[in-house]
């Protein structure tokens, strides 16, 4: 299996900045991208942004330029700049990883991100 641990949400006010962490641990073979996706109160899980080994990154139009997507090893980051109230959220963490037998997605548990005055 895969484990994903999530850190670095909270509470900021509007403006502010947070840097979510995830890492990825257990038997794998490789990882194929990893990502952040998020899911609002009574709304749909969405992309934020991913990145794929070898180094590209794809975001949300309502984040890009504001968010950027980084690993190092199996961690993956999320720095959050000039958050939004409409981005609070539970921010879930993403791993596409290669086992013996094929890729599979696995997820974290999510860490919430509150952005109020």
Do not use: H
């Amino acid at each position: 299996q895969v484990q994903l641990v999530e850190s670095g949400g909270g509470l900021v006010q509007p403006g502010e900045s947070l840097r979510l962490s995830c890492a990825a641990s257990g038997i794998m073979l490789g990882i194929n991208a990893m990502g952040w996706y998020r899911q609002g109160p009574g709304k749909q899980r969405e992309l934020v942004a991913t990145i794929i080994t070898g180094g590209g990154t794809n975001y949300a139009d309502s984040v890009n330029g504001r968010f950027t997507i980084s690993r190092e090893k199996n961690t993956v980051y999320l720095q959050m700049n000039s958050l939004k109230p409409e981005d609070t959220a539970v921010y879930l963490c993403n791993c596409n990883a290669r086992r013996i037998g094929g890729s599979y997605d696995y997820w974290g548990q999510g860490t919430q991100v509150t952005v109020s005055s």
